[in-house]
């Protein structure tokens, strides 16, 4: 069933075993410009731009997911299941939810908790936990290690709403199970991996603090997350 709904690369062969996932096309299209060579696009339906290249010699492919749990939930599924896609890598921006962290520490998801009913509306899932890979995590932890980046492992919470009504809820949600910031895709990301046998993992870059109120601005996010980008960029094979 290629090309798919959304994404129009016309075979298999045009994306890598290994996707590297912001939320931002624009993200996706700054790693290509920055730090790929030999870069092909493969798409450009709705502007979610994905391309593949090699960096330092091996080839990896890195594609907008949108924004939300939806948006990421299909862009991949159809990489898994259509395209052959074994490994998809997200690299976004978190909330943190202590003040012990500060802009721009990078952390690495182990498992998402989340309150959304994506994962039991697509395969039935009744948790509201779910890990990502812990072979992805093993090799991500031992490139930081490598590059001499510090990166804290913990849970995190994957929220479909980013504007509550509620500002507080984020300290039950903390306290109560466990998480240490917020994102919105990786709860979607993991359960999508889950049910098709493939491998995910979530790198998140702090863009802004709910408990101290520090926050980075768009343009600075746009170029700050260097460390992030170099960790994951070295998955590729
Ligand atoms: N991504 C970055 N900051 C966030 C926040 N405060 N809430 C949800 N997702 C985020």
């Excluded at 069933?1 to 624009?26: Q, S, W, Y």
């Excluded at 949108?66 to 052959?84: N, Q, T």
């Excluded at 998809?88 to 009913?117: M, N």
């Amino acid at each position: 069933m290629i090309p798919t709904p959304h994404i129009e690369a016309k075979n298999k062969e045009e994306i890598a075993k290994t996707v590297l996932m912001p939320g931002d096309p624009l993200r996706a299209k700054f790693i290509a410009d920055n730090f790929l060579e030999d870069v092909k696009q493969f798409n450009s339906v709705r502007n979610v731009l994905g391309y593949t290249g090699t960096y330092k010699g091996r080839r990896i492919s890195v594609m907008a997911s949108g924004m939300g749990m939806p948006s990421i939930g299909i862009y991949s599924y159809e990489l898994f299941k259509f395209y052959g896609v074994e490994n998809i890598i997200r690299i976004g921006s978190c909330g943190a939810y202590t003040p012990e962290l500060k802009l721009y520490d990078v952390i690495l998801a182990k498992e998402a908790w989340s309150e959304s009913t994506y994962a039991k509306v697509q395969g039935g899932y009744q948790r509201d936990v779910i890990e990502g890979s812990p072979e992805l995590n093993e090799k991500l932890i031992k490139i930081a290690a490598e590059l001499g980046i510090p990166i804290n492992v913990a849970r995190i919470h994957s929220s479909d709403v980013f504007y509550r009504e509620n500002f507080e809820q984020y300290k039950e949600i903390r306290d109560k199970y466990g998480c240490v910031a917020v994102e919105m895709e990786a709860f979607a990301l993991f359960h999508n991996a889950k049910v098709l046998g493939k491998n995910a993992a979530c790198l998140l870059t702090v863009s802004d603090n709910l408990a101290t109120g520090e926050e980075t601005t768009s343009q600075e996010r746009q170029n700050a997350f260097t460390n992030m980008m170099k960790i994951a960029l070295e998955m590729a094979e």
